[in-house]
T-cell receptor, first 114, second 115 residues
Framework: QKEVEQNSGPLSVPEGAIASLNCTYSDRGSQSFFWYRQYSGKSPELIMSIYSNGDKEDGRFTAQLNKASQYVSLLIRDSQPSDSATYLCAVKKGGGTSYGKLTFGQGTILTVHP | DVKVTQSSRYLVKRTGEKVFLECVQDMDHENMFWYRQDPGLGLRLIYFSYDVKMKEKGDIPEGYSVSREKKERFSLILESASTNQTSMYLC??????????????FGSGTRLTVV
């Protein structure tokens, strides 16, 4: 089992729709969860972080965390063509020797079509 | 804004060459990381450093070494480049305070081609 798994995609949604991106993780001791967006040929950029169970909203983005189910998701409301990118889920394990290391999922390619 | 600067955007090297990839961050971050990113394999951690002169192996350290002589600079060294090291190399840094939760800031990446 991979440490961090994302829905394989690619995911295609029409402009204005809600895009839902999902991620599961295997280590119950994981503490912090991040979503990165990566445009083609560019490096990843951090768009959301979440640490506690529940929802966290930032503009059109909502991150959802359920530690009991070891599940984290990202919802993008009112999707725009500029949201077309690869979305990476990243998880930070707990423990004093983690040094903030993140483990990344394989990424989900999102395409928003006009 | 935190800036993580990678010295080269594109590099072409010959098999057997010693290759240096440089990364500099300007926000006094303790942690620095080197990843490579390949289609279908995602981001894989090569090495990381949590302090000057301190380094830890990641998941795929074979064929690589690192150097961190100053807090702001973290270098990745390919001792003898091989074609299977053709990849996108990404440097990242992060703040670390105990169990505090901080994400990475990535550099713009170096696309290395070994011929």
């Amino acid at each position: 089992q991979k440490e961090v798994e994302q829905n394989s995609g690619p995911l295609s949604v029409p402009e204005g729709a809600i895009a839902s991106l999902n991620c599961t993780y295997s280590d119950r001791g994981s503490q912090s969860f991040f979503w990165y967006r990566q445009y083609s040929g560019k490096s990843p950029e951090l768009i959301m972080s979440i640490y506690s169970n529940g929802d966290k909203e930032d503009g059109r983005f909502t991150a959802q965390l359920n530690k009991a189910s070891q599940y984290v998701s990202l919802l993008i409301r009112d999707s725009q063509p500029s949201d077309s990118a690869t979305y990476l889920c990243a998880v930070k394990k707990g423990g004093g020797t983690s040094y903030g290391k993140l483990t990344f999922g394989q990424g989900t390619i999102l395409t928003v079509h006009p | 804004d935190v800036k993580v600067t990678q010295s080269s955007r594109y590099l072409v090297k010959r098999t057997g060459e010693k290759v240096f990839l440089e990364c500099v961050q300007d926000m006094d971050h303790e942690n620095m990381f080197w990843y490579r990113q390949d289609p279908g394999l995602g981001l894989r951690l090569i090495y990381f450093s949590y302090d000057v002169k301190m380094k830890e192996k990641g998941d795929i350290p074979e064929g690589y070494s690192v150097s961190r002589e100053k807090k702001e600079r973290f270098s990745l060294i390919l001792e003898s480049a091989s074609t299977n090291q053709t990849s996108m190399y990404l440097c990242a840094s992060s703040l670390y305070l105990g169990e505090a939760n901080y994400g990475y800031t990535f550099g713009s990446g170096t696309r290395l081609t070994v011929v």
